[in-house]
């Protein structure tokens, strides 16, 4: 079975500086896909970026960004120039690409914190 | 921007009741899910729905809980005798078509167990 493991359970920022939250993930398939969700306090889930396996370039979102390292199965998400509002709980998830397709694991998720 | 709807937002119950949730997903949408989140812990998937049956479901999703989509627009989650454990909040989620991988979530239900 896959597994999402978030080895962060809480990070810390300053307001305006950049913070990376990590993510690994095990799998035996080589067709899949990964996600970072933002939970805010009101508990929404809000899509923040995604990454095709088979794409070798890493996904930007405006200030969000990824590093994919496939054959080390990490899947990290930075964020710059943090803001106040990107305070929330940050689960990473991976979604398989077969017969399981639309199902998606969850990491435990990291909590940050922003400091003003 | 489409969104999928969830209510009630918070439900109290008893132990030993029946709960259902609902959901209305995005309306060109044909694949739907239910996810849950025990407070403090990770997001767990519970089952998926597609073509009017189930597609997967997980273990936890066992033969205390059932869903339906009774017409062309709800998405239903029902829980038939609830217990302490099933507190939790409980996220619908949908899906547009097969090669689409992006679920769009809604706000989740709550549902408290006494």
């Known amino acids: 079975a896959q597994t999402v493991t978030q080895s962060q359970p809480e990070m810390s920022v300053q307001e305006a500086e950049t913070v990376t939250l990590s993510c690994t993930y095990d799998?035996?398939?080589?067709?899949?896909?990964l996600f970072w969700y933002k939970q805010p306090p009101s508990r929404q889930m809000i899509l923040v970026i995604r990454?095709?396996?088979?794409?070798?370039q890493n996904a930007t979102e405006n200030r969000f960004s990824v590093n994919f390292q496939k054959a080390a199965k990490s899947f990290s998400l930075k964020i710059s120039d943090s803001q106040l509002g990107d305070a929330a709980m940050y689960f990473c998830?991976?979604?398989?690409?077969?017969?399981?397709?639309?199902?998606?694991?969850f990491g435990q998720g990291t909590i940050l914190t922003v400091h003003p | 921007e489409p969104e999928v709807t969830q209510t009630p937002s918070h439900q109290v119950t008893q132990m030993g009741q029946e709960v259902i949730l609902r959901c209305v997903p995005i309306?060109?949408?044909?694949?739907f899910y239910w996810y849950r989140q025990i407070l403090g812990q990770k997001v767990e998937f519970l089952v998926s729905f597609y073509n009017n049956e189930i597609s997967e479901k997980s273990e936890i999703f066992d033969d205390q809980f059932s869903v339906e989509r009774p017409d062309g627009s709800n998405f239903t989650l029902k829980i038939r005798s609830t217990k302490l454990e099933d507190s939790a909040m409980y996220f619908c989620a949908s899906r547009a078509f097969f090669g689409a991988n992006v679920l769009t979530f809604g706000a989740g239900s709550r549902l408290t167990v006494l």
């Open positions: 799998t035996s398939e080589s067709d899949y896909y």
């Open positions: 309306s060109n949408h044909l694949y």
């Open positions: 998830a991976y979604m398989e690409g077969g017969t399981s397709y639309g199902k998606l694991t």
């Open positions: 990454q095709e396996a088979y794409k070798q």
